[in-house]
């Protein structure tokens, strides 16, 4: 195994978590440290020796800092090749000390234009041009130079020092290297992201003209939605997020790829409440969601009666802190994957017993996973839009029958409202104020799903009230909901047809107000 012995560093960091004692540890191996402006006077102030970039170089930092390490001593001394005679040759012609380790890491410009009424001036500022450029160049010649860009390989890369007696080997400096690209090609991304959307005419445009993304491994997966296909799981690099992808697994067998998926899709919808709030889902579509006054055990329990039969194998999301009389009812039946925002230590002991069952930890002191773009991959090409953020002030929408919605059917229409948009279309749900009582999802024909839902109904539709993700292209959706004993409907609006719409529910007295807006979900 071929190892590098580490003589001379280059520290020049805007993270500085960890730098000095990491800077300390490679001291005592006799290395000597080059560096930069804060950095370099933070080292300093630690009592370590530390020679100033400028100083080796010759060349003074200039331009409030633009230029300091874009020099031939610099780019010559990553760039060698130690193997090679004529790079040899020019190095000491030059007077160009080899550079057998970089620290880096980048200016912020990722958190800086994430900040509210940050200027195009200021995110140019915090473009890197020295960083990326040396990360490269070490990355480059990684059989010889190793680049470090993260703080957390500070302890791993001393250790491996400790046991080689100053060496780091090829193996190690690949796997740095590779994580190198993987920065700087994530960096490139966000700034060309943030660039392609500024219209230099003024004002900005919805999407860049290239979008550029990156997702890092977080599981290999046993297989996809089918045994036949194989799959992976990558998350973005955003881990304050509340999302699946930050999930704390406390236990159960690994996720698998259409575990993911359901969820992602529980704790979308379940995070839509602001009352405790239970959701069963299965296959993506929710067959059971309630909310509770009181506490997270009983939004549990009407969830279940929406459809107990279903619920068997699917994927239970509250949205409060599940405790022990919770916990017990959640073990009561099989459920692939419970999710919450945390368990209590009683909890967690009942649920242990069932150690197949995934249970998983989402925050929600984070911002939501509903921020964002929603992407679809289609063959050739992919699908970007604005996630599906919509929050309707129910009362503020169009009342277009003659009767008016009372306070108890406005409440039904906003739960209802709330569901409809994470079922797939076609969709149609029934509901009262804090159940989902049946679901019509992904039907080609709108009224199919009218039907399927009173159907699939186990509990009373009489008294209930009706949400669609659509339009009602005929009245005949009306008329059948008419006959489940639905009182209040809430739509979309917009056919051609809605007079007809709105003529049946008057003669059927149901109240029913247009939104403007319609929830697709493909």
Known sequence: MHLNVIKRVLI????????????????????????????????????????????????????????????????GGLLALRDNPKHLEAVQAHGIDLIDMVIINLYRFEDTVAKEGCSLEE??????????????????????????????????????????????????????????????????????NYLGKINPEGGRKEFPETYTFQFAMAQDLRYGENPHQKAAFYTENNPLLSAVANARQLQGKELSYNNIMDSDAAWQMVSDFNLPAAVVIKHANPCGAATSDGDLLTAYQKALKTDPVSAFGGIVALNRTVNAKTAEELAKIFLEVIIAPAFDDEAKAILGAKKNVRVLEIPQNAPSAQEGYDFRRVVGGLLIQERDTDDLDIRKAQVVTKRLPTEEEYQALDFAWRIVKHVKSNAIVYATKDQLVGVGAGQMSRVDSVKIAKMKSLLPTEGTVLASDA?????????????????????????????????????????????GKRHFKH
């Open 123 to 192: 995110a140019v500022e915090n473009v890197d041009i020295g960083g990326p450029t040396m990360l490269r160049a070490a990355a480059k010649n990684y059989r010889f130079v190793s680049v470090v860009t993260d703080p957390g390989d500070y302890s791993r890369i001393i250790e491996e020092m400790k046991q080689t007696g100053g060496k780091i080997s090829e193996a190690t400096n690949f796997r740095l290297a590779t994580k190198t690209f993987q920065l700087t090609a994530r960096y490139d991304g966000a700034i060309s």
């Open 471 to 515: 339009f009602f292209p005929f009245r005949d959706g009306i008329d059948m909901a008419a006959e489940a004993g639905v009182t209040a409907i809430i739509q979309p609006g917009g056919s051609v047809r809605d007079e007809e719409a709105i003529q049946a529910a008057n003669e059927h007295g149901i109240t029913m107000i247009f939104t």
């Open 12 to 75: 020049s960091v805007t993270d500085k978590q960890g730098i000095v004692d990491f800077a300390k540890e490679l001291n005592s191996f006799g290395v000597e440290i080059l560096s930069t402006g804060g950095t370099a006077a933070q080292l300093r102030k630690s009592g370590l020796e530390v020679r100033d970039v400028s100083d080796y170089t010759g060349f003074p930092e200039m331009m409030d800092g633009r230029l300091k390490t874009l020099h031939p001593k610099i780019h």
